[in-house]
Nanobody, 125 residues
């Protein structure tokens, strides 16, 4: 059973930084991708970023490109981070991590198969 747990959310001031973590388990096949999604109240869910394994190709939504960085723990392939810089009020949302065995990188920010519970990120002015 694939399980994902996002953590690290909290309250951060606009312009600040925050680092989210995603711990995955149960991913038994050799190739997969882990992604970050977010959903703000009243808005559609948005794909934020993703990273594939084993090649570590990264993907970013235009809204976060240059501000957020996705990475994998150097000692644990199943732990993925989302480093958030220069956050703004539009980054306020519940952030989820998700996973897929699909090899179609063009779809990573649109859909994934396995989902974890989210972590709340609130940006204050």
């Amino acid at each position: 059973e694939v399980q994902l747990q996002a953590s690290g959310g909290g309250l951060v001031q606009a312009g600040g930084t925050l680092k989210l973590s995603c711990k995955a388990s149960g991913l038994t096949f050799g190739e997969y991708a882990i992604g970050w999604f977010r959903q703000a109240p009243g808005k559609k869910r948005e794909g934020v970023s993703a990273i594939s394994y084993p090649d570590d190709t990264t993907y970013y939504a235009d809204s976060v490109k240059g501000r957020f960085t996705v990475s994998r723990d150097r000692y644990d392939e199943f732990t993925v981070y989302l480093q958030m810089h220069s956050v703004n009020l539009d980054d306020t949302a519940v952030y989820y991590c998700a996973a897929t065995y699909s090899e179609d990188g063009s779809r990573y920010l649109d859909e994934m198969y396995y989902w974890g519970k989210g972590t709340q990120v609130t940006v204050s002015s």
